[in-house]
């Protein structure tokens, strides 16, 4: 509370009082931790010593949450009378709400400070909560709700009601204590006293009490100790009604007869049997096992046979017999030398389970035991050979080799080593350890073993390692929609521990898919491999569903392998058969339309109607034409209503059509897909066709619009390329007297053509030439000799040999096809003419044909220009005809010569085109070819070399390759003016 005083002179302090009593003399009186004493007036005063002191007066106002009591907490009421209790409340501020509640009863609810009770019965009694809240907000702003609560015990005298026990159904074990609870309800006021009492008589007036209070104890429960027991409360006001329960007392399993320890018995020894006697309560249930396993009456090696009965008190008497009897025994009851083992009884209730065990020894002669006929290491190793086999009594072990008679001894020098085991259950194992195998140590070893019953002499073989032996008895284990478990009996490893196997797996030509699922995978029915490693059983994945296979198995080493074992035949389940597609039904016609995705499964249309009566009913089960690659539309009319006999339901209800679909295998119409009801209407499958149809029709149109504008596209470049080379073709002359320009080394290669275009039939017709020209006119072909096609040395140098494989490889590198459609005349490969060219330049010199075919199909690579060939340049240099070409054979020889080496040597693109990366435009082939003409024409020629009237004819024509991939040479000419050119040539 701060004190601002306004005086002149200045005050230096003030004085507080609070009810005249002074309490502080600062500015600002603070007090700690407010209490509701706290509360009341403070008065702050002031004096500057002008005899006129001031004075100033604050009210505090201290809030609190509320604060309830009752004045008792019990209250006694008689049974019909009235109850008032009030609960005083203080708060500041006055609280919003005063209720009274009551513990364990939410629907009871009061509001105000007094609770009122009329007409009191024993239900009233019970605890009463009286709660007051209140709203506390400071003058700081902060507001917050609080309550508190004060209770009081409402006591109605009224005598006890029912009383009841707890548990309800009481079990105790044989030696073990138990307690009941006793209660009533209502429970009485005042306090009841409890008695306990035991086989109450109904005569009985005053029954014996067994003892009081609200617990009964029994320390230590015994067969005696069950019976009824019963309970019961009373107070001053009366007695209440009596409880009772049925005390069980459960005995564990008790044996009256065990089996013994240890039994011996002989093998062969019939009629043999275990017997179990033990006392239960309650009924105790018996088993019998054999080395912790349970033993199953379905092996036909035993029969159990059990008597039980019931004595005093419910206590069970069980007998239990095992007997060693079954099918699966010699005579139906001779002991085996697989009985040996330990044995147990057991019998278990709700209490307990006891067992009595039981080692039963065979005497037999020796058995082998999981024994390996062969074993295998190489020369220089360590070879153990074991030998193991089960007997008793105790055997005794010789090692022999081969015929010898002589048993092997442990020697000094180590080469032999011999060991024995046991595993204390009838099991020995013998291990010959050999040294630093020699080659002389491979062969036939024998392992003796005897005892007093007999002895036996099992032969394992030593060896070198190997192969593995083959895989046996391939069969499957589990078969799934895509995959196949495979198991099989393995063969001798090898001697190898890393053997694997490989499963091989075909699928047949004819699927269980059906026909109509044809595949286009060239390898789809050969034999696949599937690596399983070491496992077995192995499990063959990514199989296709309803297919069938077969299957067979190797195995492989670092040695070899084996052969294959037998072959099985599996056929995949099916996963899951998918619904039908726009199933809808047309009343007006009673026609059914849907469409199947695509699918491998043999499968059939299933349409069930709903009849006017109700229940679904099988109309028509259609066959389907299926696809594997794409959906199929399918249709089907359903059969008019035939007259029935009376009473049968129709169908199909006329007013109300109800058709639902579902597809299934056709060999087992139990597995299908899930139903789907049909649309009532026309079908969406000829809507959706029609559509179709128009969306192709679109597409088509587009296509030859997009055409027509590449074509006119195509015809301005060429028109303005044409013109800019006219400017070019004075300085031709002077500029094919000298050598060709060499490409440059980082001249870009030329553009990708995609192979388009018919076959070509010119090749058909290109070794029929007339070769009957002049020798002037075979010199001009012969320094033409292959626009570039450089020709092998070994070839050049020598004619009767072939081409080099790797010349084979340079043909065949481009993979594009140029055509020719630029007019109506026959469309040639460019081939066939240097075909007649080459023919012509060699006839002097004598070259077969054969060889003329070999040299005329070299042409040269290079892999910086074009891609790796020279020829495919727009325009190489024709040189003109030297005037020795029309001499003998040593002037057109040393021409030809010449020409082909300086043919190679081909200008290049920038030499003709301002862009060196241009791209070479080659026209369609047309259809109509003419095969009737003997000439072969080059195209590809621009205007101002014979491709214009008014042209120096007598200017050697640039001519452009073009490659189509359906010819055997793989060149076209595809410009009309070069053939023009050459046919005069010709002429």
């Given at each position: 509370m701060e004190c601002k005083v306004d005086a002149k002179p200045k005050v230096n302090s003030v004085r507080w009082t609070r009810n005249g009593k002074?309490?502080?003399?600062s500015f600002i009186h603070t007090i700690q931790g407010v209490t509701v004493q706290d509360a009341g007036k403070y008065t702050c005063s002031a004096d500057n010593g002008l005899d006129h002191p001031g004075e100033k007066d604050i009210y505090l106002d201290v809030l609190y949450p509320p604060s309830v009591t009752v004045d008792s907490k019990t209250y006694e009421a008689e049974e019909g009378g009235t109850v008032e209790i009030r609960c005083e409340v203080s708060a500041n501020p006055e609280p919003i709400s005063i209720e009274w509640t009551k513990e364990g009863k939410n629907d009871f609810r009061q509001k105000g400070n007094t609770l009122v009770l009329t007409r009191v019965d024993a239900e009233m009694a019970g605890t009463y909560v009286c709660k007051a809240v209140n709203v506390i907000t400071s003058s700081t702003g902060n507001r917050m709700e609080r309550a508190s609560s004060a209770s009081v015990a409402v006591l109605v005298r009224h005598k006890p009601g029912r009383a009841f026990i707890s548990p309800d159904r009481p079990v105790a074990q044989e030696g073990a204590g138990v307690t009941l609870t006793c209660s009533a309800k209502p429970p009485g006021w005042p306090a009841p006293q409890y008695r306990w009492f035991r086989?109450?008589?109904?005569?009985?007036?005053?029954?014996?009490?067994l003892a009081t209070?609200?617990?009964?104890?029994?320390?230590?429960?015994?067969?005696?100790?069950?019976?009824?027991?019963?309970?019961?409360?009373?107070?001053?006001?009366?007695?209440?009604?009596?409880?009772?329960?049925?005390l069980e007392v459960y005995q564990p399993p008790r044996f009256q007869s065990k089996l013994q320890p240890h039994m011996i018995k002989n093998s062969g020894e019939r009629n043999f049997?275990?017997?179990?006697?033990?006392?239960?309560?309650?009924?105790?249930?018996?088993?019998?096992?054999?080395?912790?396993?349970?033993?199953?009456?379905?092996?036909?090696?035993?029969?159990?046979?059990?008597?039980?009965?019931?004595?005093?008190?419910?206590?069970?008497?069980?007998q239990s017999m095992l007997r060693f009897r079954g099918r699966a025994r010699p005579n139906g009851d001779d002991l085996l030398p697989d009985d040996r083992g330990v044995y147990s009884c057991s019998f278990e209730n709700e209490v307990k389970k006891v067992e009595s065990t039981m080692q039963l020894r065979i005497e037999h002669e020796p058995i082998s035991i999981r024994q390996q006929n062969k074993v295998a290491y190489d020369v220089m190793e360590n070879a153990e050979i074991s030998c193991r086999v089960q007997a008793y009594p105790k055997p005794e072990f010789q090692w022999f080799y081969g015929s010898n008679t002589a048993p092997l001894q442990m020697s000094s020098d180590g080469h032999y080593e011999i060991t024995t085991t046991t595993d204390n259950n009838d099991s020995y194992l013998s291990i010959l350890l050999i040294r630093n195998v020699k080659a002389q140590d491979y062969g036939d070893y024998y392992c003796k073993v005897k005892n007093s019953l007999g002895s036996i002499r099992p032969q394992i073989r030593l060896q070198p390692k190997g192969a593995p032996e083959s895989p046996r008895t391939l069969s499957s284990q589990k078969v799934g929609p895509t995959f196949v478990t495979l198991k099989w009996e393995a063969g001798f490893d090898g001697g190898l521990s890393n053997t694997k196997y490989f499963v091989w797996y075909r699928r047949l030509k004819n699927p269980a898919g059906g026909e109509h699922c044809a595949s286009d995978k060239a390898d789809e029915f050969d034999w696949k491999e599937y690596d399983c490693r070491r496992s077995n059983p192995c499990n063959v994945t990514r199989l296709d569903q309803h297919n069938t296979y077969h299957f067979k198995v190797k195995a492989v080493n670092t040695k070899g392998q084996s052969n294959y074992s037998n072959e099985i035949t599996v056929t995949t389940k099916v996963d899951k058969i998918p619904p039908p597609e726009q199933v809808t039904f047309d009343p007006s016609t009673r026609s059914v339309g849907f469409s199947v995705g695509p699918t491998c499964l043999p499968l059939v249309g299933v349409i069930e109607g709903l009849g006017a009566v109700g229940g679904w009913q099988v109309v028509d089960t259609m066959p389907l034409r299926l696809s594997g690659v794409s959906s199929t539309i399918q249709e089907t009319t359903l059969e008019p209503p035939t007259n029935r006999g009376r009473g049968s339901e129709p169908p199909l209800d006329q007013l109300n059509p109800r058709?639902?679909?579902?597809?299934?295998?056709?060999?087992?119409?139990?597995?299908?897909?899930?139903?789907?009801?049909a649309d009532i209407g026309p079908s969406y499958t000829k809507e959706t066709a029609a559509l179709t149809t128009a969306t192709v029709i679109a597409i088509v149109v587009s296509c030859l619009v997009f055409l027509l504008f590449l074509s006119l596209l195509f015809i301005f470049c060429r028109c303005k390329r044409n013109e800019n080379k006219k400017e070019t073709s004075k300085d031709y002359e002077m500029d094919s007297m000298r050598p060709p320009m060499v490409s440059p080394p980082n001249q870009a290669p030329p553009p990708y053509y995609p192979s388009t275009g018919m076959e070509n039939k010119a090749l058909e017709h290109s070794m029929d030439l007339q070769m009957s020209m002049d020798d002037s006119k075979n010199a001009v072909y012969a320094t033409q000799g292959g626009y570039g096609y450089h020709m092998a040395p070994h070839a050049q140098g020598h004619p009767g040999q072939n081409m080099s494989n790797t010349d084979w490889v340079n043909m065949g590198y481009i993979e594009n096809s140029y055509t020719n459609s630029n007019n109506g005349g026959s469309?040639?490969?460019?081939?066939?003419?240097?075909?007649?060219?080459?023919?012509?330049?060699?006839?002097?010199?004598?070259?077969p044909p054969h060889q003329l075919i070999e040299r005329q199909s070299n042409y040269g690579y290079d892999p910086i220009t074009h891609g790796g060939y020279g020829t495919i340049d727009d325009y190489a240099p024709y040189p003109p005809l030297p005037h020795g070409a029309h001499g003998t054979h040593s002037t057109h020889g040393s021409h030809a010569g010449d020409y082909a080496l300086r043919s190679s040597q081909t200008p290049s693109r920038q030499d003709y085109c301002s862009d060196p990366y241009a791209s070479v435009h080659k026209p369609k082939k047309r259809m109509d070819q003419h095969i009737e003409s003997p000439y072969h024409e080059v195209s590809g020629l621009p205007e101002a070399y014979g491709g214009e009237e008014g042209a120096a004819e007598d200017k050697p024509p640039h001519l452009s390759l073009s490659y189509d991939e359906s010819l055997e040479s793989g060149y076209s000419t595809p410009n009309s003016r070069a053939r023009r050119v050459i046919r005069e040539i010709i002429v």
């Amino acid at each position: 509370m701060e004190c601002k005083v306004d005086a002149k002179p200045k005050v230096n302090s003030v004085r507080w009082t609070r009810n005249g009593k002074y309490i502080s003399n600062s500015f600002i009186h603070t007090i700690q931790g407010v209490t509701v004493q706290d509360a009341g007036k403070y008065t702050c005063s002031a004096d500057n010593g002008l005899d006129h002191p001031g004075e100033k007066d604050i009210y505090l106002d201290v809030l609190y949450p509320p604060s309830v009591t009752v004045d008792s907490k019990t209250y006694e009421a008689e049974e019909g009378g009235t109850v008032e209790i009030r609960c005083e409340v203080s708060a500041n501020p006055e609280p919003i709400s005063i209720e009274w509640t009551k513990e364990g009863k939410n629907d009871f609810r009061q509001k105000g400070n007094t609770l009122v009770l009329t007409r009191v019965d024993a239900e009233m009694a019970g605890t009463y909560v009286c709660k007051a809240v209140n709203v506390i907000t400071s003058s700081t702003g902060n507001r917050m709700e609080r309550a508190s609560s004060a209770s009081v015990a409402v006591l109605v005298r009224h005598k006890p009601g029912r009383a009841f026990i707890s548990p309800d159904r009481p079990v105790a074990q044989e030696g073990a204590g138990v307690t009941l609870t006793c209660s009533a309800k209502p429970p009485g006021w005042p306090a009841p006293q409890y008695r306990w009492f035991r086989d109450i008589d109904v005569g009985d007036v005053k029954p014996n009490v067994l003892a009081t209070g609200n617990k009964y104890t029994i320390p230590s429960a015994h067969l005696g100790s069950e019976g009824v027991y019963h309970c019961q409360a009373t107070n001053e006001l009366g007695h209440g009604d009596i409880a009772s329960v049925n005390l069980e007392v459960y005995q564990p399993p008790r044996f009256q007869s065990k089996l013994q320890p240890h039994m011996i018995k002989n093998s062969g020894e019939r009629n043999f049997s275990l017997t179990c006697v033990a006392l239960g309560k309650p009924l105790p249930h018996v088993k019998w096992y054999k080395d912790n396993s349970e033993i199953k009456a379905d092996a036909n090696l035993y029969e159990v046979k059990t008597e039980i009965n019931e004595s005093r008190n419910a206590v069970f008497n069980i007998q239990s017999m095992l007997r060693f009897r079954g099918r699966a025994r010699p005579n139906g009851d001779d002991l085996l030398p697989d009985d040996r083992g330990v044995y147990s009884c057991s019998f278990e209730n709700e209490v307990k389970k006891v067992e009595s065990t039981m080692q039963l020894r065979i005497e037999h002669e020796p058995i082998s035991i999981r024994q390996q006929n062969k074993v295998a290491y190489d020369v220089m190793e360590n070879a153990e050979i074991s030998c193991r086999v089960q007997a008793y009594p105790k055997p005794e072990f010789q090692w022999f080799y081969g015929s010898n008679t002589a048993p092997l001894q442990m020697s000094s020098d180590g080469h032999y080593e011999i060991t024995t085991t046991t595993d204390n259950n009838d099991s020995y194992l013998s291990i010959l350890l050999i040294r630093n195998v020699k080659a002389q140590d491979y062969g036939d070893y024998y392992c003796k073993v005897k005892n007093s019953l007999g002895s036996i002499r099992p032969q394992i073989r030593l060896q070198p390692k190997g192969a593995p032996e083959s895989p046996r008895t391939l069969s499957s284990q589990k078969v799934g929609p895509t995959f196949v478990t495979l198991k099989w009996e393995a063969g001798f490893d090898g001697g190898l521990s890393n053997t694997k196997y490989f499963v091989w797996y075909r699928r047949l030509k004819n699927p269980a898919g059906g026909e109509h699922c044809a595949s286009d995978k060239a390898d789809e029915f050969d034999w696949k491999e599937y690596d399983c490693r070491r496992s077995n059983p192995c499990n063959v994945t990514r199989l296709d569903q309803h297919n069938t296979y077969h299957f067979k198995v190797k195995a492989v080493n670092t040695k070899g392998q084996s052969n294959y074992s037998n072959e099985i035949t599996v056929t995949t389940k099916v996963d899951k058969i998918p619904p039908p597609e726009q199933v809808t039904f047309d009343p007006s016609t009673r026609s059914v339309g849907f469409s199947v995705g695509p699918t491998c499964l043999p499968l059939v249309g299933v349409i069930e109607g709903l009849g006017a009566v109700g229940g679904w009913q099988v109309v028509d089960t259609m066959p389907l034409r299926l696809s594997g690659v794409s959906s199929t539309i399918q249709e089907t009319t359903l059969e008019p209503p035939t007259n029935r006999g009376r009473g049968s339901e129709p169908p199909l209800d006329q007013l109300n059509p109800r058709v639902r679909l579902r597809l299934c295998l056709q060999d087992s119409q139990d597995t299908c897909s899930e139903y789907i009801e049909a649309d009532i209407g026309p079908s969406y499958t000829k809507e959706t066709a029609a559509l179709t149809t128009a969306t192709v029709i679109a597409i088509v149109v587009s296509c030859l619009v997009f055409l027509l504008f590449l074509s006119l596209l195509f015809i301005f470049c060429r028109c303005k390329r044409n013109e800019n080379k006219k400017e070019t073709s004075k300085d031709y002359e002077m500029d094919s007297m000298r050598p060709p320009m060499v490409s440059p080394p980082n001249q870009a290669p030329p553009p990708y053509y995609p192979s388009t275009g018919m076959e070509n039939k010119a090749l058909e017709h290109s070794m029929d030439l007339q070769m009957s020209m002049d020798d002037s006119k075979n010199a001009v072909y012969a320094t033409q000799g292959g626009y570039g096609y450089h020709m092998a040395p070994h070839a050049q140098g020598h004619p009767g040999q072939n081409m080099s494989n790797t010349d084979w490889v340079n043909m065949g590198y481009i993979e594009n096809s140029y055509t020719n459609s630029n007019n109506g005349g026959s469309v040639n490969s460019q081939d066939s003419l240097w075909q007649m060219k080459m023919a012509a330049a060699n006839s002097g010199a004598g070259m077969p044909p054969h060889q003329l075919i070999e040299r005329q199909s070299n042409y040269g690579y290079d892999p910086i220009t074009h891609g790796g060939y020279g020829t495919i340049d727009d325009y190489a240099p024709y040189p003109p005809l030297p005037h020795g070409a029309h001499g003998t054979h040593s002037t057109h020889g040393s021409h030809a010569g010449d020409y082909a080496l300086r043919s190679s040597q081909t200008p290049s693109r920038q030499d003709y085109c301002s862009d060196p990366y241009a791209s070479v435009h080659k026209p369609k082939k047309r259809m109509d070819q003419h095969i009737e003409s003997p000439y072969h024409e080059v195209s590809g020629l621009p205007e101002a070399y014979g491709g214009e009237e008014g042209a120096a004819e007598d200017k050697p024509p640039h001519l452009s390759l073009s490659y189509d991939e359906s010819l055997e040479s793989g060149y076209s000419t595809p410009n009309s003016r070069a053939r023009r050119v050459i046919r005069e040539i010709i002429v």
